[in-house]
């Protein structure tokens, strides 16, 4: 099934230029003993380890630590996500890249800067692309789609878009049109492409 970019380039073509290396990166891993006792770290010291994200409700677990959680968000979303991203030429797959990366399929989730939802739209975003209630899981896709949209069409490029869509536009700029040198970005950017490949893969 033809998987359509914004941009005239191939799949294939954009996969290639996403297998380059990354920075390494950190997240937020937590890990509760027998005695009940939280224990915070930037990588999994061992395979106790969760990766966790806050939300309205608290600090939940992210990708990879509550498959059962993602996977049964992802079925919900899967109708709506489908038809969004038809209806702004994106291929659903990246859309559901970008989710994955970005809330783990969680509509409540809420980073330390404020985003919000499924997409994680900052409040500046969602009223630049006409987003009314970002808590709202068909009002946040739509403008995350949207914005997703006009930057690959500004950067014609998928990674420099990934990039704009965690860093900003403007910081992808004066890099000189390159991934920002901020670890955060270049791990969701890495992240994000690997999401994308497991799923062709599997629609394989």
Known sequence: MPMPFVQKRTVAALLAAAAMPLASHADIYKYVDKRGQVHLADRPLHSGFRVIVRTWKGWEHRDGAAPGFEQGSKAKYNALIDRLA????????????VVRAESSYNPNAISKAGAVG??????????????????????NLRGGIIYLRHLMLIFD?????????????GAVMRH???IPPYKETQTYVRRVLRFYQQGRAQQS
């Open 176 to 178: 000189g049109k390159r």
């Open 86 to 97: 038809k209806r702004y030429n994106m291929d659903t797959l990246l859309i559901h890249a």
């Open 118 to 139: 499924l997409m994680q739209l900052m409040p500046e975003t969602a009223k630049r692309f006409g987003v009314r209630n970002r808590r709202d899981p068909a009002d």
């Open 157 to 169: 490029d998928l990674k420099l878009a990934l990039a704009a869509y965690n860093a900003g536009e």
